[in-house]
Structure formats: C-alpha cells, structure tokens
C-alpha cells in the first residue's frame, strides 16, 4: 500500500519560512517523480515544485521560483520542500504527490499517489 505523509506545516508571518516532508512508502520512490501542489478552496489545484527522478533536475512555478526548493533524498524516501520569504498568497493546503511518467510533468493528472495535506498559513 502507497503512502505519503506530509509533515511541516502550520503558521508563520509572511517573509519567514517552513520546511515541508512528505515521507514515501509502499512505492519505487527511486523511480518516482515527486511533486509539490498546493490548492485552496475555490481553486484549481496548482504546480509548485517537483523533481525528476531521471533527471534530479527541479522544476518551480514562477511564483515561487528563487524562493522554495525541492530536494529529495532517495535513501530516506523523503521529498522535501524548503520554502523561504513566505507571502500571504502561499496560504494554502500543500500536497505531495508520487508518479511514475517516464517524461517529467506539471500536470496533476501525471500523478498517481497522493499525500492527505498540511495546511501552510501565512500571516501579514
């Protein structure tokens, strides 16, 4: 059975910083592209961060580039996301998510498993 479990949220003032986990199991997480995707009520879910399993190359939104960072690190089975200069629009439910696409891809529909959510809060 496939489990992601984030971990790492919670509330901060806007300009500080937060480290998300999202910790695999049950999957090749060596042969898995990982994904960050956040979404608020109301609104599509979107793209934040992923890494490419083939590749190790990291992929960013534009509205988060130069400030969050995805890492991942294999022996643990734990992806990461180091998010910095945090902004009141940051305000959301994060997710992680697991796929197997031999082509790295932003799309949600490209990914399999699916972690619950950690809520990140972002105070002006």
């Known amino acids: 059975q496939v489990q992601l479990v984030e971990a790492g949220g919670g509330s901060v003032q806007a300009g500080g910083s937060l480290r998300l986990s999202c910790a695999a199991s049950g999957l090749s997480f060596r042969s898995s592209n990982m994904a960050w995707f956040r979404q608020v009520p109301g609104k599509d879910r979107e793209f934040v961060a992923g890494?490419?399993?083939?590749?190790?190359?990291?992929s960013y939104a534009d509205s988060v580039k130069d400030r969050f960072t995805i890492s991942r690190d294999n022996a643990k089975t734990t992806v990461y996301l180091q998010m910095t200069s945090l902004k009141s629009e940051d305000t959301s439910v994060y997710s992680c998510a697991a796929g197997r696409s031999v082509v790295f891809s932003r799309s949600a529909t490209e990914y399999t498993y699916w972690g619950q959510g950690t809520q990140v809060t972002v105070s002006s």
């Open positions: 890494i490419s399993w083939i590749s190790g190359r990291a």
